[in-house]
């Protein structure tokens, strides 16, 4: 407990619940006017944030890996926490979609194709830039010392222009360019990590912090805003602000991360729910494997209306609850509980 970063976990725990809450509103992905349309998107506005959140997390917490464990280790750790685990559920899902006949191959190279493109269960497209951070951060951690502070910055900045701003800009205002701008070593999600390691480390002055926080807010409002006016516009959803790249998300995602960072609540200093928060935070990683397989049990099965307004709003917490237990129980279960690290 002395050596864990308490707000790590509550972001570890929000953003895992924020996931579920995105996969019980799918409806905002058919454009429609109506009450339940607008609920759904206020739902991804309010929750878009999540998943870039994750990739904060990551460099927030590994970056800095050298001073605790060697190379070596680091790699056997996330072999064992993340590759193993990944291959497993994707081939329980692969049983699970083939005996529903959800998907389909008719030899090994497609088989293949399958596990290297994604194609068994869509959530698990997170992993791969995972994998591919992970497998980067030997040289990435290079610049968690602070003798590198300005070429930190310095790449930071050069990949939220390349990567967050220019592609907006262009598909909002039709202007094209070659991608071949875009600075490689900047690539992919490599920002999230970047500014985890930032957010971690810097103390923003009140000034700055209350920009950060009215930057969240905007880039809400214009992915909401956005939406809808593009929409009618084109008559079908327009989901141009939607990238996690996108500077809506990733103002949103630095107001998340700095606002639970700077929380003070006198209740996050009580031991239980410091505790308490260990342990559903340890649960998360298991639980965004899980959890898609249980909401479409209850859709398929009937027990739910996946179009109510009731279940987009109540639904995560009772996904939520059904998937932490389940992951809490098989952690003690011996040679199961490593599908859950």
């Not at 103390?203 to 912090?209: D, P």
Request: aromatic fraction near 18%.
């Amino acid at each position: 407990m002395k050596n864990r970063i308490f707000y790590f976990d509550l972001l570890n725990i929000i953003a895992c619940y924020g996931v579920i809450w995105l996969h019980c509103s799918g409806d905002a992905f058919t454009f429609r006017l109506d009450k339940y349309w607008l609920m759904s998107l206020t739902i991804q506005v309010i929750a878009h944030w999540a998943v870039p959140v994750f990739f904060m997390l990551t460099g927030a917490n590994l970056m800095n890996y050298r001073e605790k464990y060697s190379t070596e280790i680091y790699f056997k750790r996330r072999l064992l926490r993340i590759f193993i685990p990944f291959l497993a559920w994707s081939t329980i899902y692969l049983i699970w979609k083939y005996k529903l006949g959800w998907v389909e191959f008719s030899n090994g190279k497609e088989l293949l194709s399958l596990y290297l493109n994604n194609g068994i269960e869509g959530i698990f497209w997170f992993f791969y830039p995972l994998l591919a951070i992970y497998l980067s951060m030997p040289i990435l951690a290079v610049f968690s010392d602070d003798k590198y502070k300005k070429t930190l910055y310095y790449l930071t900045a050069l990949g939220i222009l390349a990567y967050s701003f220019m592609p907006l800009l262009s598909g909002l205002f039709g202007v094209s360019y070659t991608g071949e701008l875009n600075p490689p070593v900047i690539g992919g999600y490599m920002i999230y990590v970047l500014l985890g390691w930032i957010f971690k480390h810097e103390n923003f002055s009140k000034g700055i912090c209350c920009l950060i926080y009215g930057a969240g807010v905007v880039g809400a409002i214009c992915m909401f805003a956005g939406t809808i006016v593009l929409s009618l516009k084109s008559g079908v959803l327009n989901d141009v602000f939607w990238g996690y790249m996108t500077f809506p998300t990733l103002f949103m995602a630095c107001a998340v991360f700095l606002l639970v960072k700077k929380c003070r609540w006198k209740i996050f200093e009580n031991k239980k729910v410091q505790s308490v928060a260990q342990k559903l935070s340890a649960a998360s990683f298991g639980i965004y494997l899980i959890h898609i397989m249980i909401i479409n049990l209850l859709l398929m099965n009937g027990y739910v209306n996946g179009d109510s307004r009731w279940w987009m709003m109540f639904g995560p917490a009772g996904v939520y609850i059904i998937s932490v237990t389940i992951v809490i129980l098989c952690k003690k279960i011996p040679g199961i509980r490593y599908l859950f690290p």
